[in-house]
Structure formats: structure tokens, C-alpha cells
């Protein structure tokens, strides 16, 4: 993939800039998501190993236990460094990094973790049996994995359209929720949606709403996550390639055409 991105120039992916030029994603502005997701990622820690977790007999659960408790420590720890002005200013791409790490951790593992701990617990008013569970996590897993290919593929092909250059129609669709639909990519997570319901459907015995919501809810977060995966990457890419993707020390967005330095 990034062999295909180094063959494209920097005026294709000037409409990526955006998030920048708005001061949405300004280093000063992710160092605040940064210092903020620190309790978000303890709370939603405590959510899925304690609450969810509580009566799971979901296989292997003390090893996820252990590894995303190293992983969510390692990014708490990068969290509260990179919240801080001198590093991030520093360490612009880097910090960027982090920022997806962080992003993905919380809004797309943390929920699906929790799901798959429901699937197989006493709370969940579910009959699964483990062939099932192992089912439904391969299945989900497939689907975001095609979600995230099918999406990757669709986004280089409208980069090597021109469609992010200044004044194309992704440029003045940007804002609008048309210019992000992507058909293929929609009908895989239907499909993915309509095979949680009917797993659902087949396995409960009675209905907890909140349980059944927190199945639902995670591999929806966790496909959605995937399908804006692709783009946060590209950016990353940017920021690496290009100087015009990043802030000088006053904090002002550098100019296309900006001449390439090292953090």
C-alpha cells in the first residue's frame, strides 16, 4: 500500500488536510483527546474486565485480561506523555500515532472485548455454546477485516482519481455524510449486522436489553473503527511524507510545498 501512495504527490492528498486547517486535529487539540482518554480508558477498562467480565466464561479470558492490560497501561502512559506541549510539538507524527492507537483501543476493542465476555456468561440470557462463540468472533472478525480491505482499496483508488485534490467533489463534499458512503463496504457490514441479529435470535432465551445492546453495539463499533482506520493511516502517511501535514513551533500549519525535515 504504501508503495502505491509514494507513486501519488502531495496535491492528492491535500483535501486530508482539512481536519488540520480547522484546527480539529492541531497538536494542541489531540494532546487534550490524549490528557481526556486517560479516564475514559480506565472506565471502560473497569466496564469490561470487572462488569462484563464478571460472569463470562468466555475461553482464554485471563490471557486478554493480561494483554490488553499491558497494551491499555503502555498507551495511558503514552497518553499522559504526549499530553504534554513540549513532547507533542516535538513529536508531531508520533503523537498521531498514538492518537489512532488510542482511538481504535477505545471505541472499537473495549466494546467488542465486552460483547464476546457477554456471548458466554450468566447475565446474558443467552444459550451459546462455545463452537458458537468461536463462530461468531471468526465471522466478525472476517467481516472487519474485508471492511477494512474493501475500504483501504476504495480510498486509494479516489486518491488516484484526484477526488482529495483542492476543489474536487470530495473536496466540497467533505462535510456531507453522502461523500462517505461506500457501497461495497456497506453491504459487508450489513451482512455482518444481519448475522449478529440472527445469532442473536437463535440463542437467546430471554431478553436482556442491555446485554443484548452491548452485543450488538461492539462489532458495530469495532466495523466502523476499521472503515475509518484507513483514512487515519493515510494521514499518518502524510504527516511522515509531507511537512505540510504538520505545525511549526508556533503552531501554525505549515504551507504545501513545505521542504520535508525529520521530527
Do not use: W
Not at 492528498?13 to 487534550?32: D, H, K
Not at 470487572?50 to 482464554?60: G, L, M
Not at 481504535?104 to 465486552?114: D, R
Not at 474493501?150 to 456531507?176: A, E, H, P, Q, W
Request: net charge neutral.
Amino acid at each position: 500500500m504504501i508503495l502505491l501512495l509514494d507513486k501519488l504527490q502531495e496535491d492528492d492528498f491535500a483535501v486530508l488536510r482539512g481536519p488540520f486547517e480547522s484546527g480539529r486535529q492541531r497538536p494542541n487539540s489531540l494532546g487534550g483527546m490524549l490528557a481526556f482518554s486517560i479516564l475514559l480508558q480506565l472506565l471502560m477498562f473497569v466496564l469490561t474486565y470487572v462488569v462484563a467480565a464478571d460472569s463470562t466464561y468466555f475461553p482464554y479470558a485471563d490471557i486478554v485480561f493480561v494483554i490488553h492490560s499491558m497494551v491499555t497501561a503502555t498507551l495511558i502512559l503514552l497518553s499522559i506523555i504526549f499530553s504534554f506541549p513540549k513532547v507533542y510539538m516535538s513529536l508531531q507524527k508520533t503523537q498521531y500515532f498514538i492518537v489512532i492507537l488510542v482511538s481504535q483501543n477505545l471505541f472499537s476493542l473495549y466494546l467488542y472485548i465486552s460483547a464476546l465476555f457477554l456471548l458466554k456468561s450468566d447475565v446474558s440470557g443467552m444459550d451459546v455454546t462455545f463452537d458458537a462463540l468461536f463462530t461468531f468472533m471468526y465471522v466478525t472478525l472476517v467481516v472487519g477485516f474485508l471492511v477494512f480491505i474493501i475500504t483501504s482499496f476504495r480510498f486509494y483508488v479516489l486518491l488516484k482519481k484526484g477526488f482529495y485534490r483542492k476543489g474536487s467533489s470530495k473536496d466540497k463534499l467533505r462535510s456531507n455524510f453522502e461523500g462517505k458512503i461506500n457501497i461495497p463496504t456497506v453491504i459487508v457490514a450489513s451482512m455482518g449486522l444481519t448475522y449478529i441479529i440472527q445469532f442473536i435470535a437463535q440463542n437467546s432465551y430471554t431478553l436482556e436489553v442491555e446485554v443484548i445492546g452491548v452485543i450488538i453495539i461492539g462489532p458495530i463499533l469495532f466495523f466502523t473503527m476499521l472503515f475509518v482506520l484507513p483514512e487515519q493511516l493515510v494521514i499518518l502517511y502524510c504527516k511522515y511524507r509531507f511537512e505540510s501535514f504538520n505545525f511549526d513551533k508556533d503552531g501554525n500549519l505549515k504551507p504545501m510545498g513545505s521542504e520535508r525535515k525529520d521530527d
